[in-house]
């Protein structure tokens, strides 16, 4: 087995104006605090080689991952491209623009983002090297992460993967959290990676190898348990979760590295929500159905030794993301996680029987989050993807 990684700063200029996304209009950057990345992490066999990427954004949708990869052009790859969520990057999606009529999106930013992101992907491939061992695990969190809608439900495991040498030294990580990336809050105005930023400058500090964060089922409402909003918070809580995952790493087992699989389903699900046909036909968002309605996506079940991710085109809710989690351990991983927000994004993915479209959708109370949500049909159509593939 080889690994290879490459990463990029993707931090949009701020010669031009600069949107962020994320909570309401207006938002306009007016610092860099810390930049965004771009992070590529290629694990390859002789049979398979598969990039998993990373991206410190609010989301991509199917059709620029989709221009990504084919300028990428190498069919012989298994690619998965992630956002991470962070509310403090420009606006990729076109919803936070100066108000409700304007795209927030800087177009030549996102064409230039396309290729960095294409080249970071080719870039981890070009740095292959052999990977002799990993050690993979998990870890509840605690006191991080709270779920705003559901209190009750609550998801506070980190699952962490790492890949040796054949001296033992580390070559990179992988840590997987559900949590948005919003430590900093709505007035927050400095374009920042929020927490994963400062979570994953930890494990390279410390480990003296890079480190990709890829955010779990972070939907309704996984957000950061913090009270002021602060730059202090946000350190808090990426050294919290780093030190957890230097933790595991230190008490896993070495396992020989094995071979790894991906394998992949799609899916198509009914476009139901009105503010979403709204947003197509003022063109604040590029439509994404096809001829009958629908969204087409995909999910993914990626295998490295006994540590399984499936991966979601959204923001999946915490009970669904335990449900898959929990499958994955007993269909035989000893470790599992949730790769969302990958090959796409169609805001939340929620279980049907807690989905209630609210009447009005501007007043939505415990139900906003079915007001960013495609409709109901999504939870049950990505769940049974991933069942087939379990
Ligand atoms: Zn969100």
Redesign the pocket.
């Known amino acids: 087995m080889k690994i290879g990684y490459a990463q990029t700063v993707i931090t949009p200029s701020l010669k031009s104006l600069v949107y962020l996304a994320?909570f309401g209009h207006n938002r306009r950057a007016e610092s860099v605090h810390d930049d965004l990345f771009a992070r590529a992490l290629a694990v390859s066999t002789e049979q398979t080689t598969l990039i998993l990427c990373s991206v410190d954004l609010i989301g991509l949708f199917t059709p620029d991952v989709e221009q990504i990869i084919r300028q990428v052009n190498r069919p012989d790859l298994q690619i998965v491209i992630a956002a991470t969520?962070t509310?403090h990057g420009p606006d990729t999606a076109g919803l936070w623009g100066p108000d409700d009529k304007t795209r927030g999106v800087d177009e030549a930013y996102l064409t230039e983002l396309r290729q960095k992101v294409a080249d970071t992907l080719l870039g981890a491939i070009h740095a292959l090297q052999p990977v002799s061992s990993f050690k993979s695990g998990s870890v509840f969190v605690r006191g991080v992460v709270k779920n705003a809608r559901n209190p009750e439900i609550l998801d506070e495991e980190l699952t962490v993967l790492q890949f040796l040498g054949a001296d033992g030294r580390p070559l990179a990580s992988l840590f997987n959290f559900p949590c948005?990336p919003e430590v900093l809050w709505e007035h927050n105005p400095h374009i920042t990676s929020d927490y994963p930023g400062v979570l994953c400058a930890r494990v390279e500090q410390r480990t003296g190898a890079p480190c990709i964060f890829f955010s779990g089922a972070?939907?309704g409402?996984m957000t950061p348990d913090v009270v002021d909003h602060s730059f202090e918070e946000c350190q808090e809580m990426g050294l919290a979760l780093a030190h957890a995952g230097l933790e595991t790493f230190e008490l896993a087992e070495v396992m020989p590295a094995e071979d790894i699989s991906i394998q992949k389903a799609r899916f198509g699900a009914k476009l139901t929500n009105p503010l979403y046909k709204f947003a197509f036909w003022r063109k604040l968002l590029p439509d994404v159905r096809d001829q009958q309605g629908n969204v087409n996506s995909e999910v993914n079940l990626i295998k490295i030794g006994d540590l399984w991710l499936a991966t979601v085109p959204g923001?999946l809710l915490p009970k669904l993301g335990l449900e898959i989690k929990a499958r994955c351990l007993g269909a035989g991983a000893r470790v599992a996680g949730v790769i969302g927000l990958a090959n796409g994004w169609f805001?939340?993915i929620l279980p049907a029987e807690d989905f209630k479209y609210p009447w009005n959708p501007f007043k939505p109370g415990q139900h906003y989050e079915e007001t960013?949500s495609i409709g109901k049909e999504i939870g049950p159509r990505v769940m049974r993807a991933v069942k087939g593939l379990l």
Request: cysteine-free; charged content about 10%; overall charge negative.
């Open positions: 994320g969520h509310h948005h972070l939907g409402m923001e805001g939340y960013n």
